[in-house]
């Protein structure tokens, strides 16, 4: 049977090689565009290990260059904040903030090895203010500057990729200015996006430099709290400049800008596959409808419907396998020579998602003319040759 | 015998509808996509209201300062000091204006939080950009000598803040803590232009702060227009030996060795520029490849998929080119039937796209999704793509309808 198909098709190489073709390029648009959704969604449903629930972001500029006023004007906003019921828990940040636009990255070495992770300088209450699940050890405290040492918080993820399975708790770690003691792991902190992948992340107390706040508000904490709370803060010094920002929003922005061009992706690549389909349509119809004079025959000799419509699908379900064939050959190339660093699995369910599609949509195609050419009597198909 | 051939186009589109409507489908949607994205791509990098210069003006890039012995960098926009100091001062351009960076600020009227696009700006500013002001005037260098705290406005601000419609200038506005009186209101222009677009602009010297600071980080971005196209080499060239020359500030922590910044054009001065190498300042012409081949690559479908369907078409109408011929019909005549044939379908094609896409774009700009987008069609592009669907019809089209015309006369009218 199998070489009985072949046969016909080798009869029309030229026509066929135009759909094997079509085939093969939309295979490898496909593949690409089920990857990327792959690899969306399995960061998707990762854990972010952090809470923006009711997290208040404040840009607070204290517009000065003198670091013992900056001092003074934090421990100013301390005081007021801690007297303030609608405020939870509250935690100074550097400007690179979960879900902001900035990011602020190091080299930390440890045996030899460097790694790139990013920073953050936050402050003691901070694991509360982001509702942090928390690993192996603990987070940093006030005394915990002095031993010499400064206190260092990392992800599991850049715990891995220094110290491989060896416990990562009490180890000294190296940036550029000074060496580093881990004090704590977190598990998780996905902070760029809902759609981020795990990356590096580390948390270091507060430096001279930074005046941003996070807020842990109540649910009482109302839209005039805030407006109250922004210019409380304002009046406290003389040139300073307040804003206050949703977390959730920062985070809806963020994930805005991974979104939209996925889903103009999707979009494009739909009114692709629905004209590719159409267009197969349209062939297999013009082809089959030509055949009349083979179909009547086959029908005559004692072929059934059956048999004729199946005969059909699976003929073009051969075509579409070279095509699909020569798609995989250089799909498979993607995680044998890593090109992306993206986990090969990834690419897996991108080729097998591809491949169902592509013989799902060809087969739907070749359904209906098939069964039309099912039906033709043997009587008028020989009639008409 | 045009009109023939017109009637002859339009009975067969209407014979087999359902093909008709393949082909019609591939062309229009294929279009339609372009012309979208590249409408998008208008609406960010072309100069649009207000910056009608842009394509003289350069834009001032970050300042990276370096310690070359622990490799320590600081990066970031520049200060006014620095911008006076050493942009101002260039000899070359025409105009020299400048804005700080897009940030925003929540101001709290009428009991709702609004959350603003701020930006400080110099007089200057104001006379290279083209804004049109539905009432007032614009910051001048009379604000800044009496040192007057004023503002200019957008109109959705005003609307928002004033009330539809209502007239705002001599009233005030809070930002910041501080009681800004409006002096203008201006139509306003998508976030998208990230050098000129704000909700509300301020006279710089209301930056707080202290005004004698000598440092070179700030928030600010100079615009830097060329007296023409032809001289932006030179305003670069000169910025650079201006640049070679800046002493190093070394009062603080960190002592950097090494000072760079640059004048650019838009697309590299806007962060896209770096992916794709914009030291060497071909950003766009590379971004241009990219996308070309990219282009090409998404046609390459719909073109096999026309090819495809073409050629299995064509055997439908052998009785009809045996008629022909055996009536007279010359090989050439029915080839040049055929490329009419081809021609009109892809102008039909080709003016449904217009349509839909005029009707997605109208959509967009009135979606509220980006206030103030103005996208348009870029028609360079629709007769490119014309042209190009054109080619693929006739390479579908003529190549086997000229076979066909070859056919001996007795074959083609058996089939």
């Keep these: 049977m199998f070489q009985h198909i072949l046969k016909l098709i080798w009869k029309k190489k030229k026509s066929n090689f135009l759909m094997m073709l079509e085939i093969f390029v939309s295979f490898l648009i496909l593949f690409a565009v089920w990857s990327l959704s792959v690899y969306t969604y399995r960061n998707y449903a990762t854990p972010t290990g952090l809470s923006v629930d009711r997290v208040w972001t404040v840009y607070l500029n204290f517009n000065t260059e003198n670091d013992t006023l900056r001092q003074q004007y934090r421990d100013l906003v301390s005081r007021y904040l801690k007297g303030v019921p ?8 550097s400007s690179n903030m979960p879900f902001s636009f900035s990011s602020s990255n190091r080299q930390f070495s440890y045996e030899g090895k460097t790694v790139l992770s990013e920073v953050m300088f936050v402050g003691d209450d901070y694991p509360a203010v982001m509702g942090m699940s928390f690993g192996p050890g603990r987070w940093f405290q006030p005394n915990d500057t002095i031993g010499g040492f400064v206190p260092i918080v990392i992800t599991q993820c850049l715990a891995t990729s220094l ?23 977190a598990p998780y902190f996905r902070h760029k996006s809902s759609y981020q992948s795990i990356e590096n992340c580390s948390f270091q107390p507060v430096s001279k430099w930074d005046s941003d706040l996070l807020l842990k508000v109540s649910a009482s904490a109302t839209a005039d709290f805030e407006a109250r709370l922004a210019r409380s803060i304002e009046q406290l010094g003389k040139d300073w ?10 985070r809806d922005t ?3 800008t991974i979104e939209i061009p996925i889903l103009i992706l999707f979009v494009i690549c739909a009114f692709l596959v629905f004209n590719v389909g159409l267009g197969m349509f349209g062939v297999l119809f013009q082809n089959i409808s030509r055949r009349k004079g083979e179909i009547g025959l086959r029908r005559a000799i004692g072929a059934t419907e059956r048999q004729i419509q199946s005969y059909f699908i699976g003929e073009t379900v051969v075509i579409a396998g070279f095509g699909l064939a020569l798609g995989v050959f250089f799909a498979i190339q993607l995680p044998l020579l890593r090109v992306f660093d993206v986990e090969a699995g990834v690419y897996l369910w991108g080729i097998a998602l591809a491949l169902v599609s592509v013989l799902l949509i060809s087969m739907l195609c070749a359904f209906y003319p098939s069964r039309q050419a099912a039906r033709i009597y043997p009587a008028e198909a020989l009639h008409e040759e | 015998m045009f009109t023939n051939y017109l009637k002859i186009t339009l009975a067969v589109m209407r014979r087999r509808k359902f093909f008709t409507f393949i082909s019609l489908f591939g062309i229009c949607m294929t279009l339609t996509i372009l012309i979208v994205l590249t409408a998008f791509y208008e609406h960010i990098f072309g100069g649009k209201y207000p910056e009608v210069f842009r394509n003289r003006s350069l834009f001032s890039s970050m300042i990276e300062e370096k310690d070359t012995t622990t490799d320590a960098t600081r990066r970031g926009p520049m200060s006014v000091y620095f911008i006076k100091q050493y942009i101002s001062t260039l000899k070359t351009p025409e105009k020299v204006g400048f804005s700080s960076t897009p940030n925003t600020v ?27 002001f539905l009432e007032g005037q614009p910051i001048t260098q009379q ?47 998508p976030i998208t232009r990230l050098m000129v677009s704000a909700d509300v602009y301020m006279p710089y010297s209301l930056q707080k702060g202290d005004p004698t600071s000598t440092s070179f980080n700030g928030p600010f971005q100079a615009i830097v227009v060329a007296k023409n196209e032809q001289d932006l080499a030179a305003v670069q060239a000169e910025f650079d030996d201006v640049v070679r020359r800046i002493p190093l500030n070394q009062d603080g922590d960190f002592k950097p060795h090494v000072l760079q910044t640059k004048l650019m054009p838009y697309f590299e001065s806007i962060s896209m520029g770096g992916l794709l190498g914009a030291e060497e300042g071909k950003a766009q012409q590379r971004f241009f490849t990219i996308a070309i081949l990219f282009a090409l690559f998404f046609m390459s479908l719909p073109a096999i998929n026309l090819v495809n369907i073409n050629i299995s078409r064509i055997l439908e109408r052998s009785s009809e080119i045996g008629i022909r011929k055996s009536f007279g019909a010359s090989a050439q005549t029915l080839v040049y039937q055929f490329v009419l044939e081809n021609i009109l379908i892809t102008l039909m094609g080709g003016a449904l796209a217009l349509l839909i896409s005029a009707g997605i774009l109208w959509w967009f700009n009135n979606s509220h999704f980006i206030e103030y987008a103005d996208l348009t069609i870029n028609w360079t592009v629709v007769i490119i793509t014309l042209v190009l669907s054109v080619v693929f019809g006739l390479m579908s089209g003529v190549l086997p309808a000229w076979r066909m015309s070859k ?3 007795v074959e083609a009218l058996r089939a």
């Design chain 2, 143 to 189: 604000n800044f000598d009496r040192n007057e705290a004023v503002v200019v406005i957008n109109d959705q601000t005003r609307d928002d803040y004033f009330g539809k419609g209502v007239s705002a200038v001599g009233k005030t506005i809070e930002i910041n803590g501080q009681n800004l009186r409006v002096i203008g209101v201006v139509r306003g222009s």
């Design chain 1, 86 to 93: 609608e405020v939870e828990h509250f935690s100074f940040t």
């Design chain 2, 407 to 409: 056919l001996p006369i």
């Design chain 1, 241 to 250: 400049t307040v804003e206050v920002q949703h977390m959730d929003d920062m």
């Design chain 1, 163 to 185: 110290f491989g399975t060896e416990d990562p708790v009490g180890k000294t770690i190296k940036d550029e200015e000074s060496t580093k003691k881990v004090v704590g792991v």
């Design chain 2, 106 to 132: 929540n101001t709290y009227g009428n009991g709702k939080k609004l959350k603003l696009y701020f930006k400080y700006t110099d007089p200057i500013f104001w006379d290279i950009l083209a804004f049109e």
């Design chain 1, 254 to 256: 963020q994930d805005n």
